[in-house]
């Protein structure tokens, strides 16, 4: 096929279609491929982050503080919400379809060579947008997992590691300590790592690890306060900071997040990164969303009625999502709307949804090909007692919640693409 031709509706549907064959984790692919394009990932510094949950918001606090201090910096994170460009970001803005089509062109040799995944694709086309556009400084997360992901190739400045929970066992392992082990793959010889990690289980095989690579380790646990009268920010005590922090981002677990990403960011200073001074860490912070391109975490997209939508994709995201909302907003006058993929635990999510006393509960189903059906949902809110609806499209379900919302409010959370769904919808709606 002449690349020339070809459109970035083309492009995105080839790179997606390559999902299709699995999801095959390890390095040598990577590898081989980043050799033949002259490593690009060595081009620029690296703050590499993994982790069950939060793994997004820190990179984005990271991301947007070094965007503050005059850094150029690139963003790597996935999934995208609505468009794929979303994935790749210098100082929050997405790379060009234009470019996203150049770059697939000249990769689809390696695809053919070496039966590449659609991951492994994305993470080297990220490496050598970022080279090419010769970022000062890139913030890279790890898609799953951490020891064998294709980004695992990076040897950072510092090293991060949000917490380990439950999720992806089919390929990560059943267990916390086995998920841990993953995660904790990405710390490199004497490199600092910085873990928010909780579980005690998940702390020692970090610990280990990091102690095994003469890795200097800094555990952070955020103990303070947190005060929000609204989604757009909060006012938080943050240790490091001689007084209390405006983050662009609310709830304690952003407040965790945020600590985190601020130790890290010390790190990065020790290292030479003499711009980071408190004022422009403050800055970063307050202005998360805009310097980063962050969207979807307890994001609000109208007013009178009130409608706001969540990523909260897996249990422990979930329930601290709820906990946010449920600080500021009456669940009795809260219409909900909920979808989740088939490789989620939809069971304990929708036990937790049933726990809020919302005033109604609707299930949508994206129309990407993982999602959990329709009779799965319904069928797991019966068992907890949960009177549920349905609607055949997410934009409905939000629509009709939207509605019934009248003085109170609506809210739709869930996987990304349920939610990038709907942008979609409202772009097209008007």
Same mark, same amino acid.
Do not use: S, Y
């Given at each position: 096929m002449d690349h020339h031709a070809v459109t970035y509706?083309?492009?995105? +549907?080839?790179? %997606? *279609?390559?999902? %299709? %064959?699995?999801?095959?984790? *390890?390095? !040598?692919?990577i590898t081989s491929m980043a050799a033949r394009w002259g490593n690009p990932h060595r081009a620029f510094p690296v703050v590499h982050i993994a982790g069950t949950n939060g793994k997004g918001s820190t990179a984005s606090f990271i991301a947007a503080a070094l965007t503050a201090a005059g850094y150029r910096t690139g963003l790597y994170t996935s999934p995208h919400l609505e468009d794929f460009t979303e994935r790749i970001r210098i100082d929050g803005a997405a790379i060009s379809s234009d470019d996203v089509v150049r770059y697939a062109a000249a990769l689809r040799p390696e695809v053919e060579r070496l039966n590449a995944t659609f991951f492994e694709i994305t993470t080297l086309m990220a490496f050598q947008y970022f080279a090419d556009n010769r970022v000062d400084v890139a913030v890279i997360e790890t898609g799953m997992g951490g &020891?064998? !992901? #294709?980004?695992?190739?990076?040897?950072?400045?510092?090293s991060v590691i949000t917490g380990v929970a439950l999720d992806h066992t089919e390929y990560l392992g059943s267990s916390i300590e086995a998920i841990a082990f993953e995660k904790a793959g990405i710390i490199k010889r004497g490199v600092p790592v910085v873990s928010g990690t909780a579980d005690v289980t998940a702390a020692r095989v970090i610990a280990d690890r990091a102690a095994a690579l003469g890795a200097p380790l800094v555990p952070v646990f955020w103990q303070g306060r947190a005060e929000w009268t609204d989604f757009d920010r909060m006012c938080c005590e943050l240790g490091g900071m001689e007084y209390p922090v405006v983050l662009g981002l609310v709830g304690e677990h952003q407040a965790r997040n945020a600590a985190l990403s601020l130790a890290a960011l010390h790190r990065l200073k020790e290292a030479g990164f003499d711009q980071l001074t408190d004022e422009v860490l403050r800055d970063g912070f307050r202005n998360v969303r805009s310097y980063s391109g962050l969207r979807g975490r307890l994001h609000r997209l109208a007013s009178d009625p009130e409608l706001v939508v969540d990523a909260g994709?897996?249990? +422990? *995201?979930? &329930?601290?999502?709820?906990? /946010?909302w449920c600080a500021l907003r009456s669940p009795a006058a809260t219409h909900a709307v909920f979808g989740v993929m088939k490789s989620k635990d939809h069971h304990e999510m929708i036990r937790e949804i049933a726990t809020r006393g919302f005033a109604s509960v609707t299930f949508v189903q994206a129309t990407a090909h993982d999602a959990q059906?329709? +009779? #799965?949902?319904?069928? #797991? #809110? /019966?068992?907890? *007692?949960?009177e549920a609806r349905s609607a055949d499209t997410v934009h409905r379900g939000v629509e009709a919640a939207f509605e019934r919302a009248h003085d109170g409010s609506a809210l739709l959370f869930g996987s990304h693409y349920v939610l990038g769904e709907y942008f979609r919808a409202m772009r097209e709606h008007g």
């Open positions: 509706t083309d492009t995105v +549907e080839w790179l %997606f *279609g390559l999902q %299709f %064959f699995g999801i095959k984790l *390890g390095l !040598d692919n &020891r064998l !992901d #294709a980004t695992n190739i990076v040897v950072p400045a510092c994709h897996n249990p +422990e *995201g979930l &329930r601290v999502m709820l906990d /946010a059906p329709m +009779e #799965a949902l319904l069928d #797991a #809110a /019966a068992r907890q *007692g949960l």
